[in-house]
Nanobody
Framework: QVQLVESGGGLVQAGGSLRLSCVAS????????MGWYRQAPGNQRELVALIRRGSSTNYADSVKGRFTISRDNAKNTVFLQVNSLKPEDTAVYYC?????????WGQGTQVTVSS
């Protein structure tokens, strides 16, 4: 079993920044990838950013240049630095991990951006 625990969400004004964290209960080496998804009310869950075991990354077009995903291998933690936040970034952000083709999800952390 895998547990993912997110933290770092909150209420921020447009243009502000947050740093989201996701701590995994297993070594990062177990995961083909770890990443962040988000879901706004009435919308489908969408990929925001992911980092693969080999450290390559992918970003949604809407966040390129504003969000950065990184990993602290010693702490089995993935971070999402979110800068220049916009009201449309408001959503619940979920940590995700892929282990042997199976998806694992955190409980989510709310990010609210006020205009």
């Amino acid at each position: 079993q895998v547990q993912l625990v997110e933290s770092g969400g909150g209420l921020v004004q447009a243009g502000g920044s947050l740093r989201l964290s996701c701590v995994a209960s297993r070594s990062w080496l177990n995961f083909a990838s770890m990443g962040w998804y988000r879901q706004a009310p009435g919308n489908q869950r969408e990929l925001v950013a992911l980092i693969r075991r080999g450290s390559s990354t992918n970003y949604a077009d809407s966040v390129k240049g504003r969000f950065t995903i990184s990993r602290d291998n010693a702490k089995n933690t993935v971070f999402l630095q979110v800068n220049s936040l916009k009201p449309e970034d408001t959503a619940v952000y979920y940590c995700h991990a892929d282990m042997l083709g199976r998806d694992y999800w955190g409980q989510g952390t709310q990010v609210t951006v006020s205009s």
